[in-house]
C-alpha cells in the first residue's frame, strides 16, 4: 500500500466514523495540518501516526494492526506487491476506490491490459488468478474492482483512457470473452465523460509505450512495475507523464474511429470463435 492509498483508506475510515477531521487530529496528538496533508498523501505517515489516527477514530485493534504494518512496512519495501497480498488485495481495491472518490479527473495510460475500470468480470478474474489468490481473496477482489466501476456512471467526473491496439489483441481471455470486452469498451466509450483513445498500431509514432500510469488531478501519479507500484508527487515529475500521455492523446483515434478500430478486432474474435 502506497502513500496515497493509505492516506485515502485513513481519511475514508475517518469519514466512515463520522468523526470531524479536527477531533481526530486532537485525540491523535497532531494539528489538523498534518492529519489533512496525510490524509492527502502530501506527507507520509510513520506507523506511530498511523497508529495514534486510528485509535483517535476508534477501529478495531486488527484494523490498526493491519494499516500500522503497511506504514511501517512502506519505509522499506515501499509499494511492494507482496506486501499488499499480505495485507489482501481487496484491500487495495477498497483504498484505490477511496483515492478515486476524492479525483475529479482522471487520466489513464494503458499500453499492456485493458484498464481496470473498463473490464469484463470474465478479463479481471483472467488478470488476478496470476497472483495465486486464493478463491475467497480472488472473488473479494474481482467484487471490489467491479464496485470501483461505478465511477463511471459518475458525470462530475473526467475519465480518459488511452490503450494502445495491441491490448485489444492480447489474448487474456477466450476469444468470445475477448469480443465481450471490446464490446465493453465501446459502449462505455459512448458516455458523454468517458473518452476512450485507442493507439493504432498503423500510425508512425515518435515516443514509447513504455508502462502503464495513471495520472490524478495532475498531482499525483501512479506507475505499475512488474514488483511494485510507485507513486509520484513532484510536479516536475507529473509533467512529465502530463506531457507523454497528451502525446499519445494527439495521434491515438477516439471517436467513431476509435470504435471502428475495436469493433474490427471484436468481429475478427468472434469469426475465430464460429470456426474454431
Known sequence: MNRAQLGAALRALRVASGKEAKVVARGA?????KLSKIENAKLAAGAADVERILTAIGVSDEVKAEYTEAARASATEATAW?????????????????LEAQMSTLRLFQPALVPGLLQTPEYIRAVLQRHNLSEDSLSRTINGRLERQAILYD??????????????????????MMAAQLD?????????HVDVHIVPLRIQQHDIANHAFVIRDDRMVTIETVHAEVVVTDPRDVRLYVEKFEGFERVAWSGDHMRGLAESIRDDFLREQETG
Open 29 to 33: 496528538l497532531m494539528s489538523p495540518s
Open 82 to 98: 507482496r506486501l499488499l497480498k499480505r495485507i489482501g488485495v481487496h484491500k487495495g481495491q477498497q483504498a484505490t476506490k477511496a
Open 155 to 176: 458525470n462530475a467526473k473526467s475519465l480518459r483512457f488511452i490503450i494502445t491496439e495491441p491490448v485489444l489483441r492480447w489474448r487474456i481471455v477466450p476469444p468470445q
Open 184 to 192: 465493453r469498451i465501446v459502449s462505455l466509450s459512448r458516455l458523454s
